[in-house]
């Protein structure tokens, strides 16, 4: 497979991972076009599909996480509205031929609502919950890519599901998070 194949296949995972970190599409660019920078750099000979899913959700969650270090070295962040102070409006325009993940997954209104939601999760919640439900990854292999044990992130995705539940009393839960 060219890198250009690679890039194609693995691009869509790696931005979700970003958002699902940062929430925001400017920082969630910045992780991808860091993680895209290594791949290019190192051009690591992966041993098939899982092998190669593993190494960018690690590499992705790795640039994020140094990523948010970084930020949080750099910007003061607002106590009262909780958005970083000097910084515009995180929303960009990209024109009408590009559409994010995020605007993807809010094609209808219920699943703008889980959007807003998770966004509302801390950047380890919202990862697990994207890991588990989106990327389809099992216990076992999310903990072995954060370095924590299996029954620490169960614990973790069984909280974030709670937390969701709670905002979601009124309306009832999805079904995909009734797990």
């Given at each position: 497979?060219?890198?250009?194949?690679?890039?194609?296949?693995?691009?869509?995972?790696?931005?979700?991972?970003?958002?699902?970190?940062t929430?925001?599409?400017?920082?969630?660019?910045?992780?991808?076009?860091?993680?895209?920078?290594?791949?290019?750099?190192?051009?690591?000979?992966?041993?098939g599909?899982?092998?190669?899913?593993?190494?960018?959700?690690k590499?992705?969650?790795?640039?994020?996480r140094?990523?948010l270090?970084?930020k949080?070295?750099?910007?003061?962040?607002?106590?009262?509205?909780?958005t970083?102070?000097?910084?515009?409006?995180?929303?960009?325009?990209?024109?009408?031929?590009?559409?994010?993940?995020?605007?993807?997954?809010?094609?209808?209104e219920?699943?703008?609502?889980l959007?807003?939601?998770?966004?509302k999760?801390?950047p380890?919640?919202r990862?697990?919950?994207?890991?588990f439900?989106?990327?389809?990854?099992?216990?076992?292999?999310?903990?072995r890519?954060?370095?924590?044990?299996?029954?620490?992130?169960?614990?973790?995705?069984?909280r974030?599901r709670?937390?969701?539940?709670?905002?979601?009393?009124?309306?009832?839960?999805?079904?995909?998070?009734?797990?």
């Open positions: 497979m060219t890198p250009e194949d690679v890039i194609r296949r693995y691009s869509d995972m790696v931005y979700r991972i970003a958002f699902a970190r929430g925001t599409k400017a920082d969630a660019d910045d992780i991808y076009q860091e993680v895209f920078l290594r791949y290019i750099k190192k051009m690591p000979d992966f041993n599909e899982e092998h190669a899913k593993a190494w960018f959700i590499v992705a969650v790795n640039c994020s140094k990523f270090g970084a949080c070295r750099r910007h003061e962040v607002s106590e009262e509205t909780g970083e102070t000097g910084q515009s409006d995180s929303k960009q325009e990209y024109g009408n031929t590009y559409r994010s993940p995020e605007e993807r997954f809010c094609a209808d219920r699943k703008k609502q959007y807003r939601e998770l966004m999760l801390s380890d919640a990862l697990l919950i994207h890991l439900y989106f990327e389809e990854l099992k216990t076992g292999e999310i903990a890519l954060l370095h924590r044990k299996e029954s620490t992130v169960r614990v973790q995705l069984l974030a709670e937390q969701l539940r709670n905002r979601y009393e009124e309306d009832g839960m999805p079904d995909f998070l009734s797990v």
